[in-house]
């Protein structure tokens, strides 16, 4: 375990997390892309995709990675948890309603926006 500002951390997991956040920032990925993306070894980032691949959390295809469909339900989870989600959504459902354009819900997540809802009206595009 490391310490890293006073607090104890599990490598492992920090690691688990660098690769899925270095997944997250493309659509399909190679063990070889991964380990150069992170500064670990192959051997080390295949050992750990197929722990999460066991979870759910990565699928493979051919020699590619992905994020896996275990994450659809975590971030569902998020989202219905969140307050702020519970306290706007209907007023976001009312908003788009009258005005019969699209509004979103976005919450900002270390200078991303993220989005937590949409509501579409019967006016806008692409409906």
């Known amino acids: ?17 660098e690769l899925i956040r270095a997944m997250q920032e493309r659509r399909s990925t190679t063990i070889s892309e991964l380990s150069e993306a992170i500064d670990l070894s192959e051997g080390s980032v295949h050992t750990h995709l197929a722990t999460l691949k066991s979870h759910g959390l990565v699928v493979k295809d051919g020699t590619s990675y992905e994020l896996g469909p275990q994450f659809v339900p975590l971030g569902e989870r998020v989202k219905h948890n969140s307050k702020l989600y519970q306290a706007a959504k209907k007023e976001i459902d009312r ?11 976005l919450i900002e997540n270390n200078g991303q926006g993220i989005l937590l809802y949409e509501s579409f009206g019967e006016k806008a595009v692409g409906t």
């Open 1 to 17: 375990m490391n310490k890293s500002g006073g607090r104890r951390r599990v490598k492992s997991v920090d690691t688990a997390c």
């Open 95 to 105: 908003l788009a309603d009258e005005t019969g354009e699209c509004v979103h819900l």
